[in-house]
């Protein structure tokens, strides 16, 4: 008997090693979690022209709130894509209604992963059109926009990357 009870500490301890590791893993994974969806996007590097623009549109408390939210974010070669002057012109004051419009179209209350996505044939967004989403070829397109991240986790829902800004029917 007294030596099946070294063993037992020695997978005690051998499986405590292990938890604690776990544990500290998904410590760090919470961590950086912690981050809301405005956060994640400045620590990004590649959001800058995003987090102007929610920034200049009002919007920067509402994508801090605890949400949920999925966002469709554009990158700034997104952003490069439109025509030269545009964003530009969307910052200004005066156009921030116009902003609010583009921006929201690219939020979706609630937190859907890129599965829940797939499974879509349509979005309702935060902006009140519905975004199509299409799968062909591996591809996933919302609107016409590519996705090429997904599922990157913040503590207030998720952020899909996209190489397209959306524009909604009305602007």
Request: with cysteine.
């Amino acid at each position: 008997m007294t030596t099946a009870f070294p063993r037992l500490t020695l997978f005690g301890v051998a499986t405590a090693a292990m938890l604690m590791a776990a544990c500290s893993s998904n410590a760090e994974m919470r961590q950086e979690a912690k981050m809301d969806i405005v956060e994640v996007a400045q620590e990004g590097g590649q959001f800058s022209t995003l987090v102007a623009a929610v920034g200049a549109a009002g919007l920067a408390e509402t994508l801090k709130s605890p949400g949920p939210f999925t966002v469709f974010a554009p990158t700034d070669e997104a952003f490069a894509k439109l025509p030269a002057g545009t964003v530009e012109t969307l910052l200004k004051p005066e156009n921030k209604d116009q902003l609010v419009a583009i921006l929201t179209y690219h939020v979706v209350p609630g937190e859907m992963k890129a599965g829940e996505v797939v499974a879509a044939s349509q979005l309702q967004t935060a902006q009140g059109s519905a975004l199509d989403v299409v799968t062909s070829g591996g591809d996933v397109m919302v609107g016409k926009s590519k996705v090429i991240a997904t599922d990157i986790d913040a503590s207030n829902g998720v952020i899909h990357v996209i190489d397209t800004v959306l524009l909604p029917p009305e602007a």
